[in-house]
């Protein structure tokens, strides 16, 4: 008796098996997962558990009931926009040193709970929350698999980077939401195209003209471009997403031009998409950003409202531009200036900065708050608390393996998920290179915890091997009977249980310098496994 192997068995997991065909290849109709409720039930669960370690003790600790560390800018500008018409000024700098939309979500919490712990950070905590359903849905879809999903968000939920990030009033969680939130819609816009060009190839339409089909209206593009113009609404670094996200869309587009048999794919992407792409991923970005200002163009007591006839000439070759354009052009570049002047050179430093190269691996935390006089609760006679902003070293000390992982299956591969995660991953680390000069620290590295996530996620799928079972003929009448996973996959299992177990204890152990519990001296240094910690 010959015996039939499934083709699905031996392809690597999440990818596609491959048909032979007399006629021209064409990609297989994959264009998304299939099972929802499955889906949206783990996915339910998961982001439960994340919003239970977010919000508990979310007003825990203060400084004596105000803010510690870089809340002390951001929980008063939220509450001076609640109760002064949505317009700040920021008297510590003299000026208001990041755009608005952070401070606004920060203030939405001030509104429903007050000036304290819960109001200050209660957006935080929401957007940490829904960052881990995000990076669930993503890696689900791009693996195909519910399960690789799932230990996505598992690694998210233990990952102490963001879980800090989730519980203080500072604005690197909304940055790491808002472009987390736009690579989503890039994902599902691209299954959304292949759907469209598959369609279009099924009706004989590819050859009808050289460039291919239109693709017609995008909405999860749209919508990636207005994520992306929140992003650079919270902070400039959103900047970067813009460029690299952009790059990304329209590979895709070539990639599923190329992939459909377009007989001039190159041609045809300049042609039909890089349009759309710089429209909804550029234009729309910018429209987005210049709305998030709506209180300070309306307002008459804003920073450099009307700078244009006081700190700026009415005439010249710009005049032709409205004076409320030129006056936040010029508060954008005293920001600038602002930002440019922290440097090194300058005789600028901090105990706690960073420069890039150690947020791959989480080699330079950083200290948010620590307290040793009056604390009690330790059963010891002296006792400390502190909340440490650190990356879960079983998570982040597998970076550069996941790196080099990834890079050989975009480039040998041709896996078009690791080419994404990278993207993102990239654009969240590589432009920190070229202004070391800069004063830096590790919550710049929060917008990097999501795609480090998918990256090892995606990984620990092909750990695993293919989940599908292989079948052999039972009799001559073609029947078959399953047989059980090899126990390739058997091992594969038991070693992505045993990380993750891993992980989830490494979070255990953390947990009290994450979240200002009261422990002994000793304990305290216990948790500084590297000089570097210090």
């Known amino acids: 008796m010959t015996q039939v192997t499934d083709q699905r068995a031996t392809a690597p997991f999440g990818a596609v098996p491959s048909w032979s065909s007399p006629g021209p290849l064409r990609p297989s109709p994959d264009f998304g997962p299939t099972d929802r409720l499955r889906g949206w039930l783990v996915t339910a669960f998961l982001t439960a558990i994340a919003a239970v370690t977010r919000f508990t003790m979310l007003n825990y ?43 606004q979500l920060i203030a939405i919490g001030e509104a429903i709970f007050g000036y304290n712990g819960w109001g200050w950070r209660f957006a935080s905590a929401v957007a940490g929350t829904l960052l881990v359903l995000l990076v669930i849905r993503i890696v689900r879809r791009m693996s195909r698999s519910t399960l690789v999903g799932a230990i996505a968000g598992i690694l998210l939920i233990a990952d102490g980077l963001t879980f800090v990030s989730s ?4 604005l690197d969680i909304f940055l790491a939401l808002f472009v987390t939130a736009a690579f989503g819609c890039l ?8 759907a469209r060009i598959a369609k279009a190839d099924a009706e004989g339409r590819i050859d009808e003209t050289p460039w291919g089909p239109r693709l017609g209206v995008r909405w999860w593009r749209f919508g990636a471009g207005v994520l992306l113009g929140s992003a650079c609404g919270t902070k400039w670094s959103g900047i970067y997403f813009i460029v690299a996200f952009g790059l990304l869309s329209v590979c895709f587009d070539l990639a599923t031009r190329r992939a459909y048999g377009v007989r001039s794919p190159w041609l045809g992407t300049a042609v039909r998409d890089v349009g759309p792409a710089l429209y909804a991923l550029v234009l729309v970005p910018l429209g987005v950003y210049l709305s998030t200002y709506w209180a300070w163009f309306s307002s008459e007591t804003g920073v450099y409202r009307y700078a244009v006839g006081n700190q700026v000439g009415t005439g010249g070759p710009m005049a032709w531009i409205p004076d409320a354009l030129r ?15 922290l440097t090194n050179s300058a005789g600028n430093h901090h105990p706690w900065e960073s420069k890039p190269w150690t947020w791959p691996m989480g080699l330079r935390p950083m ?32 970076a550069l393996p996941m790196l080099a992982w990834a890079l050989w299956r975009t480039a040998v591969r041709r896996d078009w998920r690791y080419a994404a995660v990278l993207t993102g991953y990239g654009a969240a680390l590589l432009p920190w290179f070229f202004t ?6 590790y919550f710049y590295a929060v917008a990097l915890a999501p795609f480090l996530a998918m990256g090892v996620a995606l990984a620990l799928g092909d750990a695993l091997g293919s989940t599908r079972r292989t079948t052999v003929p039972r009799s001559s009448v073609g029947t078959y009977l399953p047989v059980a996973p090899d126990e390739r996959h058997a091992l594969g299992l038991l070693a992505v249980c045993l990380y993750l177990g891993v992980v989830i204890a490494n979070f255990i152990w ?4 994450l979240t200002g519990l009261p422990i002994t001296p000793g304990n305290w240094h216990d948790h500084l496994w590297l000089p570097s910690w210090r």
Not at 510 to 513: C, D, F, K, T
């Open 436 to 441: 070391l000069d800069r004063q830096m620290y």
């Open 187 to 194: 994902i599902v816009d691209r299954d959304e195209v292949r």
């Open 61 to 103: 600790p203060t400084d004596a009931g105000t803010p510690v560390f870089d809340e002390k800018h951001y929980a008063p500008q939220g509450w001076q926009l609640l109760t002064g018409g949505w317009v700040e000024d920021n008297p510590g700098y003299g000026l208001v040193v990041h755009p608005p939309v952070g401070k």
């Open 167 to 170: 519980r203080i009033g500072m």
């Open 327 to 341: 006056s936040l052009w010029f508060y954008s570049g005293e920001v600038l200036q602002f930002h440019d002047s």
């Open 510 to 513: 953390l947990w009290p310098i």
């Open 367 to 398: 200290l948010y708050y620590y307290a040793d006089t009056n604390v009690t609760g330790c059963s010891q006679t002296q006792c400390v608390k502190a909340v440490m902003l650190i990356g879960t070293p079983a998570i982040w000390w597998i």
